[in-house]
């Protein structure tokens, strides 16, 4: 038996309930023992037999898969490429064993910056304390120190995470599609210094206590009536919405508080960070920019902020299906000029690599990356 079908059973058990309670004295009644059947149901273990326990490895070895020497993620017995149905109508099941892969390939990504692409990881903010949440960012050995030419990495929102462009794509396809991996090592071979930034780590998840979880008291000055109809109200909102979690998500997950890292809470912040601290700083004569999809929204709001430099340092940027607006960023007039020069957007298209395609946006060229989005 699975969810669905106890959801048919409990629907049907509410759904004679309510005409029930539109009848007579006997109807109510019955309306009566139907309630009592139900309080005698343990839902906890009646939904535990039909979804597994949202315990997953924390290893590729302990999912059966590896990465071959294609790049390509699959099962180390079959050969199989990942399966996401791995368990028939558990949906959410699936999805939780979907996201615990992904974690574990985050850091697979993370070694393979270290030990193939030779970068080191550098923590941020640069003062902060032990105790103070942090991120960090990948840097070749000669990122601030080249004074020839820097590149500096930025990839899109999500769950994706320093070196990545696409979760989906390495999980599917091969790590030369969804990893910047490629990007990095030609960089280094052409004499780049290389940074990869890290927009989307923005906070630390910690569990909240007990105290954390409970809701804030009401201290207004509302008469002592109306405060206890509120009350009410709220007992048996909150009465209604934990039975109905107890059986949509019986194995309820704990409840984190996020914890944002200091100036660096958004992608928007982290790359203007980086830039204070690290690009500007750099002694390369030019900088050049490749940024996916949120990535460009970040890089315009950093040319924004801080016009000037990017100007004299940055000679070029790439930007892959940028979701920028210079409308909605409000990008001034010579910002625009500034990208039609030195920008170009590679979009998603069928049209033969580099042909140009057109745009509402006074902004920078777009021309077709030779492909459809994946």
């Known amino acids: 038996m699975y969810v669905t079908s106890i959801a048919l059973i409990w629907l049907q058990i509410w759904i004679s309930m309510a005409q029930l309670q539109q009848g007579g004295p006997d109807e109510k009644e019955k309306t009566t023992a139907l309630k009592d059947l139900l309080s005698r149901i343990d839902l906890d273990e009646l939904m535990k037999k039909d979804e597994p326990p949202l315990e ?18 699959r099962h180390i017995k079959s050969g199989e490429p990942f399966i996401f149905n ?10 939780k064993r979907y996201e615990a892969l992904g974690e574990i390939i985050t850091k697979y990504v993370y070694e393979l910056l270290e030990e193939e692409c030779h970068l080191k990881k550098v923590y941020i903010p640069v003062d902060t304390a032990e105790s103070e949440p942090r991120s960090f960012i990948f840097m070749s ?41 490629p990007y990095i090592k030609r960089a280094i071979e052409e004499g780049y210094g290389v940074i990869v930034l890290n927009p989307n780590e923005n906070y630390i998840e910690v569990e909240k ?21 509120k009350d009410k109200i709220q007992k048996d909102t909150k009465k209604r919405r934990d039975f109905y979690e ?36 750099s002694a390369a ?8 999809s949120y990535g460009g929204l970040a890089f315009v709001e950093l040319m924004i902020q801080r016009e000037a430099e990017v100007k004299n340092k940055v000679t070029a940027v790439a930007l892959t299906d940028s979701v920028h607006n210079v409308w909605h960023q409000e990008a001034g007039k010579t910002i625009r000029e500034w990208m039609r020069e030195n920008c170009c957007n590679w979009v998603s ?26």
């Open 246 to 281: 107890k059986y949509r998500n019986p194995q309820k997950e704990k409840e984190t508080l996020q914890l944002y890292i200091r100036e660096n809470g958004s992608p928007e912040e982290h790359a203007i960070y980086v830039w204070d601290h690290f690009i500007f700083r």
């Open 56 to 73: 997953f490895p924390d290893t590729l070895e302990g999912f059966e898969y590896a990465f071959n020497e294609k790049g390509q993620l």
């Open 86 to 95: 791995y368990r028939e109508d558990l949906h959410r099941w699936n999805q």
């Open 285 to 292: 004569e030019s900088v050049f920019f490749v940024a996916h």
């Open 349 to 374: 298209s069928s049209e033969p690599v580099d042909t140009s395609v057109e745009s509402m946006l006074p902004d920078c060229p777009r021309v077709s990356a030779g492909m459809q989005s994946r």
């Open 209 to 229: 206590t007990k105290a954390q979880a409970q809701p804030s008291s009401d201290s207004s000055d509302e008469p002592a009536e109306k405060r206890e109809r």
């Open 141 to 181: 050995e000669d990122a601030m120190t080249n004074p020839d030419k820097l590149m500096v990495l930025i990839h899109g929102s999500g769950v994706v995470r320093a070196g990545q462009w696409a979760r989906r794509l390495i999980i599917n396809e091969d790590l030369d599609s969804g990893t910047q991996i």
